[in-house]
Structure formats: structure tokens, C-alpha cells
């Protein structure tokens, strides 16, 4: 369900990331944004994308504990939040597919009506904004409602800190906002 647990006025946002590296600066990006989203929001990573096996239609009757955890993880949270590189100027794989598996049975499933972000970081001088813009495509496409601004960090490298938290005011501002918006958003539903 898409409310908000009202006994405790808590945001409960699954973030995920479009990387399966383990020092993955959208990884980093959104453990920033739990830290920055203060006591109403409960942020939890998701690390469970490289469980996701291939989608198949015939396996979806029984599409195994990878898919199973992620569909659970999902319903359970309030909202979502990507972050998301860009691969060949689009969104990672193993992200699309998860995709797949989550948008399934269409019209019906985990993601429709679930109030989503998207943020993207990469090293260059863009951001990821492609990966990011693909990624939002993707989403409003699977029935999610993408909010908030368009979030694109260039130089990911060096956005944040060694405390893990942005360097900038206007990466901290833009996160939470997102945050902001994940929250009025599921309120409205």
C-alpha cells in the first residue's frame, strides 16, 4: 500500500542502485540521501540486483528467491529511489531487467501507482543524464509515478566527502527535495 504508517509519521523508501559495483558512487549517492532525510524517513538500500535472474515468461509463475525478495522489498516501501549510472548511454542491464520482473502482471503490479525518483551520478560531465532519462522512461512506462527534479550529479567522483555526505549545498538541497517530493507524493496517494 502507498501510505505512509501514520502511528509514526515515517517515509519507509527502498532505494536501489543501478550498480552492482561495490564501491558504486550511485550506491554512495544514495546511502548520502538516508543520511541527509532526517528521522522520517527510513532509507534501506537494496543490494539484492545481482540475484535477479533473466526475465522469462516462463518463469513467471515461479520466478525464484532473487525475484521474490525484490517484489516483497518493494510492496513493502512507501516509495522508491534509483540511482542509477549510465552504460552506453542508457540504464545498466541488470536494472532493466529487474525492471521486467517488477512490472509484471502490467497494470497490477509492485510498481503501479508507486511513487518513484530518480537520481543519476557518473564521473563525466553529464551526470548520467541519459541513463537517468531512460531509466525515467522506464518507470512511468511500468506504471510508477517519477517525481521530483531531474537529479544528475557530474564528477561523481568527487560529490561527496569523505563523511559519505555532498560537498555541495545544491547536491544536499536537490536530495532532499527528492525526499520531499517521494513524501508528499505518497501522502497524495
Not at 538516508?34 to 539484492?48: H, Q, T
Not at 522469462?56 to 532473487?66: H, K, Y
Not at 525475484?67 to 542508457?90: C, H, K, Q, W
Request: proline residues 5%; glycine residues 12%; contains cysteine.
Amino acid at each position: 500500500m502507498n501510505t505512509i504508517d501514520r502511528s509514526t509519521d515515517t517515509l519507509r523508501v527502498l532505494a536501489i542502485s543501478g550498480s552492482l559495483r561495490a564501491d558504486s558512487i550511485n550506491s554512495a549517492l544514495l546511502r548520502a540521501a538516508g543520511a541527509l532525510g532526517g528521522p522520517e524517513v527510513k532509507l534501506e538500500l537494496w543490494d539484492g540486483l545481482a540475484a535477479v535472474p533473466p526475465f522469462s515468461e516462463d518463469d513467471e509463475a515461479e520466478p525464484g528467491a532473487g525475484v521474490a525478495g525484490m517484489l516483497a522489498a518493494i510492496a513493502g516501501a512507501d516509495a522508491l529511489l534509483f540511482a542509477t549510472p549510465e552504460y552506453n548511454r542508457s540504464l545498466p542491464g541488470q536494472l532493466k531487467n529487474a525492471l521486467d520482473w517488477a512490472s509484471r502482471p502490467y497494470g497490477r503490479s509492485v510498481l503501479t501507482g508507486k511513487a518513484a525518483a530518480v537520481i543519476g551520478a557518473s564521473p563525466g560531465n553529464f551526470g548520467g543524464q541519459r541513463g537517468h532519462a531512460d531509466l525515467t522512461k522506464v518507470l512511468k512506462a511500468c506504471g510508477a509515478v517519477v517525481v521530483g527534479d531531474e537529479v544528475c550529479v557530474p564528477q561523481a567522483d568527487t560529490a561527496l566527502g569523505e563523511d559519505g555526505l555532498p560537498v555541495t549545498e545544491e547536491l544536499r538541497t536537490a536530495l532532499t527535495g527528492l525526499l520531499d517530493a517521494l513524501g508528499e507524493a505518497v501522502r497524495a496517494a
